[in-house]
């Protein structure tokens, strides 16, 4: 099972309302071993990152006042990508190690500025 992103709305009632991923967005995350070997470990939280280390243990809900927040901590990563990518697991070169992230971490922006603009949360499981 893939790690996934999603956006959603609170209802009067509290609950949230997944909404579908709109067209042109993706919304892969990483791979199930990600949240351990990617997001989770020190290199990501030697960043001050304190959203994306909590999928080491659990799903990330970020709910519309934080949502600014997470888009900060989404671009932390981009500068230390070697650092990120050397966690992985092998075979693969570093290169192909740091295309994975680059890509993930899109989805996670895209996702959060939709959030933003509609005043919304941010979902990955």
Known sequence: MSLSVDVFLREPDGQRRMLDVTEGREDSAGFESWPRTVWGPEPVRALGARFLPVLADDDL??????????????????????????????????????????????????????????????LIR
Do not use: S
Request: cysteine-free; proline content about 5%; aromatic content about 4%.
């Open 61 to 122: 809900a970020i709910v519309a006042e934080e949502v600014a927040e997470f888009l900060r901590e989404v671009a932390l990563p981009r500068e230390h990508l070697d650092a990120i990518a050397e966690n992985t697991e092998r075979p693969r070169g570093l290169a192909e190690h740091r295309a994975g992230p680059v890509r993930r971490l899109r989805n996670l922006e895209a996702a959060a500025r939709y959030a933003r603009v509609i005043e919304g949360g941010v």
